[in-house]
């Protein structure tokens, strides 16, 4: 299913061009025309859903398998010190395309985007409490 207007459907079936570094039935993988580092790129679901919430199972999974052997060929192809796998769901979260898809970045000794975070100061309380609103 294709939506209308959504870029990243263009994209993934093809109607506007973009550096494809994998294709298959379910997927195509292409370079980041922003990228964080050098070989930034996202894995896209050629069928249409907004976010991580509204993809069927089995595809998650499959995305997931395609991001570890692309990780495993852009490292060694790139001789990548190490890699982030991102994945944005909604505005808060930095979300600005809202067709689902997972970054792919190899980090570099020398690189300097800003992927993590301070850590918050919370008691084991909170924790706890946290713990419980999740599993309830
Ligand atoms: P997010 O903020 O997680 O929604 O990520 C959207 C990403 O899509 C950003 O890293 C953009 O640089 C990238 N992007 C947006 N438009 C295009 C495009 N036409 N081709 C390739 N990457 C794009
Ligand atoms: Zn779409």
């Given at each position: ?9 263009k994209?993934?079936?093809?109607d506007i ?120």
């Amino acid at each position: 299913m294709k939506k209308d207007n959504c870029i990243f459907c263009k994209i993934a079936n093809g109607d506007i061009p973009s550096r494809k570094l994998y294709e298959d039935d379910n997927f195509v993988v292409i370079m980041d025309l922003g990228p964080a580092t050098k070989g930034h790129s996202l894995i896209i679901p050629k069928d249409h859903y907004a976010n991580l919430y509204e993809m069927p199972a089995d595809l998650a999974g499959e995305a997931m398998k395609l991001a570890q052997k692309m990780a495993i060929k852009m490292t060694d192809a790139l001789k990548a010190d190490g890699f982030n796998l991102v994945q944005n769901n909604g505005e808060v979260a930095g979300q600005t395309v809202f067709h689902f898809h997972l970054h792919l970045i190899p980090r570099y000794k020398e690189d300097a985007p800003c992927i993590t975070w301070t850590p918050q100061t919370v008691s084991g309380d909170e924790l706890d409490a946290i713990k419980d609103t999740i599993l309830k």
